[in-house]
Every structure is written in C-alpha cells, then in structure tokens.
C-alpha cells in the first residue's frame, strides 16, 4: 500500500513539472482575486490584505504534496482613478521537490461608462522562480518492487549543473461591473515565460501555457446594509480556467448573511466531475475568515482526502460604507 501510493505520488508530481504544470489556483478564489485577474486591482478604496493557504491532496506525502501559499495587498487611488496591488506567492510540490515562488505588482484603471457600469483594465508583472531538488528525485531504478525504495542507489542520472531559474512575466485583464452583474476577463503568462528545468522533450512547447480566465456572477440583495448593521445577499458565480490541456469550471453561489458566510460549488475538470467545495466563514468588522474543503468526486474519492484552504483578509475600509455602487462585494 505504501509502494503503490509512492509510485502514484512520484507520477503525479512528475506530470506537475514535466508537463510545465498548471497554476495553483485557490478554490476561494473570490478571496485570493488578484490571482484570477489583475483588472479586481484596488476594489477597496482603503487598503486591504489578503493571506491564502491551500492544502491540496492531504491525504498524500504526509499531507503535504501540495501546498501553496499567497499574500497581497492592494488599494485604490482616488485622485489617479487607479489601484496599485503586490502579491507573493510560493508553492511547495512533494515537500520541497519542486517549488514556484513570484513576486508580482499590479494596476488597474477605472473607466466610468455612465452612472451604473464600469470598466476596469488591468496589468501585472512580476518574477516567478522555479527550483527543482534533486535529491528528493525518484527514479525507477531505485525502485525495487519486493522491497521498495532505496534512496541509496545509484539513479544512473546526470545531475543538471542549473536546478533554479528566475523569469519574468505579464498579465492582463479587464472587468465589467455595475450594481447587478460583474464580468471579467485575463491571460496570463502572454509571455510565455520558460520555467522548465529538465528539457526532457525538446519538441514540447517551451513555456509556460497562456492561462485564460473568464468569470462573471451577480449580487442578489437580501437585506440593505446600513451604518448599524451589515446587509446580506446571495451571490450566483461561474469560473472557466483554461492554460494547455488542462481546464476547470466552478459553478455555484456565494452567501453572505451578515457576520456569517458560506458557499457551495461544483468544480468539472475538462470532461469529469473533480470536487464540491464547502465554504464556512464569518466576518467581525475589518476582519474576514473562511475555510474552504474540497471534497474529491472523481476516481480518486476516499485516496486524496480532499484539499483544505484557509484565508484571512483585513479591509481597511469603513464596515459601515454603503456608497459603493457595484455587486462585488464577495471579493472584499
């Protein structure tokens, strides 16, 4: 048992960075938006804080095959009619066997179309570095199948003078909102920054793929917010995630209703089912704290024990602003 769920860690990893991988993404992607698209740049118009953990697969490497963590800060700049963002982020494949790290800046400009529709266009640019640990490598002749794995042997491999690499990247975006209904589009990586390490395939397409995200939802008003007290609403949204050949598409609603939150969703990967993601939160002024379980529905239900995400954001803006004439809420 042991064997077998190594070989099916190693395989996976090896489709992870082999294949140029895909981006993490959070699941509480409303609470990580910089991630999604640069154009949600300054959505407060205080500064407002955003950490993300996301624990994917617990039930692998000692709960640990994939980790990812991010944290961001943006704020919206009244007299440019712009929001300025940073974020950084770092994600941990098999306990150190393969990481990502970026630091990324973001911009967004605010076009008023008339009264109640705006457009928001947005940029990002940043570094991503890639490092690979050889030494946690498993090849398959250290792999015996009476006995296992012996770390000791000789893989027979030549290790590469060059296991880190520092690129460069880009990004764009551009969202539509009024009071209603949002919409929103971003490519990633219109660079196609090169973060590959082993050059395994020399046929393969170098870079990493254009990441396209489409999304958009609404904000159905339960209950006014006032000065006192905080509104509740009911907010319907859809995602669709495509770089290469992979792709995920969630679908489900957000609810807020006061100090407590919550959500469901359906995630598809291409053409099967992947999970239903639960979320759980409560919000107590400035402070905002959600979990979020992703309960795996494909072949591989009751191996992965699901993916565990936390986050916690700090806006800085006033709980009892009600002036803000938009349906995006959710991201704050």
């Known amino acids: 048992m ?42 407060s118009y205080a500064p407002n804080l955003a950490i993300n953990y996301r624990n994917q697969w617990s039930a692998w490497d000692n709960g640990a095959a994939y980790v ?3 944290a961001s800060y943006d704020q919206w700049i009244k007299p440019m009619n712009s929001g300025f963002g940073v974020m950084v982020q770092a994600d941990d494949a098999g306990q150190g066997l393969y990481k990502t790290n970026s630091l990324t800046a973001f911009y967004a400009y605010r076009v008023q179309i008339n009264r109640n529709l705006n457009l928001k266009l947005g940029v990002e640019a940043g570094m991503i ?10 090849f398959g002749n250290m792999v015996d199948p009476e006995t296992g794995v012996d770390l000791n042997a000789d893989s027979g491999e030549t290790r590469p ?41 020399e046929n393969l397409d170098i870079g990493l793929p254009a990441r396209w995200t489409i999304h958009g939802g609404a904000q159905i008003e339960l209950k006014k917010p006032t000065r006192n007290a905080m509104g509740s609403y009911l907010s319907p949204n859809i995602l669709f995630i ?17 100090m407590v939150f919550g959500g469901v969703w359906y995630r598809r990967a291409r053409t099967n089912s992947d999970s239903v993601i639960v979320l759980v939160g409560a919000q107590q002024g400035k ?14 239900a009751g191996k992965t024990g699901g993916s565990h995400e936390l986050s916690i954001r700090i806006n800085l803006e006033d709980p009892g602003r009600v002036d803000m004439n938009d349906c995006l809420q959710m991201f704050r």
């Open 68 to 70: 990812t963590y991010a």
């Open 161 to 201: 003078e060059v296991l880190n690499k520092t690129i460069p990247e880009i990004s764009t975006g551009v969202l539509l909102y009024s009071k209603q209904f949002y919409a929103g589009v971003s490519i990633k990586h219109l660079n196609r920054p090169n973060e590959a390490i082993l050059n395994i395939n």
């Open 287 to 300: 402070f905002k704290f959600g979990y979020s379980y992703d309960l795996t529905i494909n072949g591989l």
């Open 2 to 43: 042991i064997r077998q769920k190594l070989l099916l860690l190693v395989l996976a990893l090896t489709c992870y960075f082999f294949s140029y991988g895909q981006d993490p993404i959070f699941s509480q992607y409303y609470n990580a938006p910089l991630q999604i698209n640069p154009a949600f740049t300054g959505n």
């Open 242 to 258: 495509r770089q290469g050949g992979f792709g995920q598409l969630n679908i489900g609603t957000y609810a807020n209703m006061g």
């Open 129 to 138: 570095q890639a490092r690979l640990n050889w030494d946690k490598l498993i």
